[in-house]
Nanobody
Framework: QVQLVESGGGLVQAGGSLRLSCAASGRTFSSYSMGWFRQAPGKEREFVSY????????YYADSVKGRFTISRDNAKNMVYLQMNSLKPEDTAVYYCAADSHAGGNVYYTTAYDYWGQGIQVTVSS
């Protein structure tokens, strides 16, 4: 089992940057592939980005491609989401998630076993 805690959110002006961090407990962090999702008010939780166990594969939603970068540090049990050129439509609660068994569609929430509590990102225009 793994526990996930997000940090780094906040209020930023459009065009600005934030880096979200997700700290994972446990000794087997490198065995989990990781994802970031977000949920805006009144909307469903949506995929943002994914990184495989060894960071060999990364995927992004079209809406963030070229602006966001996912990375991980398995020695520190951390996953990051660098968000640049932020837009008001990026405003949402951001969640990190861990997938322990692979094989599922990583673009869907159902592929992930563990979730953080979420952190607010607000981008003002």
């Amino acid at each position: 089992q793994v526990q996930l805690v997000e940090s780094g959110g906040g209020l930023v002006q459009a065009g600005g940057s934030l880096r979200l961090s997700c700290a994972a407990s446990g000794r087997t962090f490198s065995s989990y592939s990781m994802g970031w999702f977000r949920q805006a008010p009144g909307k469903e939780r949506e995929f943002v980005s994914y990184i495989s166990r060894s960071a060999g594969n990364t995927y992004y939603a079209d809406s963030v491609k070229g602006r966001f970068t996912i990375s991980r540090d398995n020695a520190k049990n951390m996953v990051y989401l660098q968000m640049n050129s932020l837009k008001p439509e990026d405003t949402a609660v951001y969640y990190c998630a861990a997938d322990s068994h692979a094989g599922g569609n990583v673009y869907y929430t159902t592929a992930y076993d563990y979730w953080g509590q979420g952190i607010q990102v607000t981008v003002s225009s």
